[in-house]
């Protein structure tokens, strides 16, 4: 063991005399480079000591200097007080000098500013005005000198007008084909659905009266049950739709004779067998059947608070069948749906003959001058669908009072307005102004007379100088 021991150090001996010497070398220019390093830093930090013992000299030196200069300020206060405040005052007073110059000089700026705003403003309007003139001498001679017109006239009559009462609802207990439990009685139920479903506007697929007659006959069950027919909201019972066909008066019967509480029952969209008897035009003969059988019932409203005479006044039943719910019941003329419409209202908006309207019109004349939506009359909603027959139907109804011609809608137009915008014959426009000769200088809410509506609209020529002919006449007579 202790010779094994004795070679080693001899190998560790011979390893370092082996030794190359440029490892010798570098060993010592590291050593070298470490200790310039440390001589490096030690000289920065006398340097840095150096800097900051000149600074704390520098500050020392900074504050005597501030001392002595306020010793001498105290000093100079104290002696020559008087010279100082008369120095501070001096220029106190060149600064507001200064200051109010600035100012002038601003509000110079300003009225520069504003002079020429002025005179081109001035040239604006002179230019307008040249535009203007121009436009009144291409303009007709009539429209330059409008005259004020009495709008008001002659006192118009006050309607005396009724909201509609509240209306039926359908009954919760009725049966319904959905709730038919008995094979038997389905089976009847669908072959009067097949004989009663159809459109009742499609004239060219009608229903087979005479089967429905016979098959009632035999059938009464299926009358008493609603059924949902197509293009009809709601359940209605098989009389309803008989009314709705236009079925004929045996027909209506042996159906009424089968369920008669179903004269009584009501829908949310039409309403009752009169309402459907309104509206789709029913055989008089029927109508008078319902009035014999119901007469009560003649003055029911549906879900809208209309009457069955409403119903004829919008989709223009015959003159018999409305003059029998007329004459039944004459205070349907006087009452309002929800919409503020009377039927004669209606009437007019939807194009009912000039004979419906004159049976309106008898009944209460003083709807004439009831508004409606938009503060429109009967007069303005018949210029829609304007004929002679129907102006000479309501200014009938006016009495020779000219002040309907005079009433405005929220737009401001009057009848006449109407007309000219709907383009209305000769005929209508000579009858309006005729009968309220002023209408022709009134305007619009726009400014617009009734002679620039006739321009603008490029009414016929005639139409336009029976206006500046009016226009001449009104300023004539009221010179």
Known sequence: MGEEKDEKKKKKHKNKDHEDPEDGEKKKDKKKDKKKDKEHKDKDKDKD?????????????????????????????????????????????????????????????????????????????????????????????????????????????????????????????AKKYGDVDSDFLKKKCKKIYKLLNFDPWNEARRFDDDDLCDYVLDNHEPCKIKFEFDGFSGCIYPLSMCYALKASKDTVETVYDAFPKAVKETDWWIGTPYHYAGAYSSPPECVQFLLQKDPKGVSAVNYFGRTALHMGAIYKAPIETMALLCNKYPMACQ???????????????????????????????????????????????????????VVLALLEGASGNNGIGKMTDVVGHTPLHMALMALSGYDIIEKLVSFCPDAVWMKTDKGELSLEIAQRKRAPTEVVTLLEKAMERFLLENS
Do not use: W
């Open 49 to 173: 000591k150096d800097k900051d013992k000149k600074k704390d000299k520098d500050k020392k030196k900074d504050k005597d200097k501030k001392k002595k200069k306020k010793k001498d300020k105290d000093k100079l206060d104290g002696s020559n007080h008087s010279e100082g405040s008369e120095s501070s005052e001096s220029s106190e007073d060149e600064k507001k000098d200064k200051k109010k110059d600035k100012k002038k000089d601003k509000e110079k700026d300003k009225d520069d500013n504003k002079k020429k705003d002025k005179a081109k403003d001035d040239k604006d309007d002179n230019k307008k005005k040249d535009k203007d003139k121009d436009k009144k001498d291409k303009a007709p001679s009539v429209t330059s000198t409008a005259p004020i017109v009495d709008v008001k006239g002659p006192k118009l009559p006050k309607p005396e007008l009724f909201d509609a009462e509240e209306a039926f609802q359908p009954s919760e207990d």
């Open 335 to 389: 009452i309002k749906d929800k919409d503020g419409y009377l039927p004669l209202h209606l009437a007019c908006d939807n194009g009912a003959s000039s004979e419906v309207i004159h049976l309106l019109v008898q009944a209460y004349p003083l709807a004439v001058y009831a508004p409606a939506q938009y503060s429109m009359t009967p007069l303005h909603f018949a210029m829609k669908n304007a004929r002679i027959s």
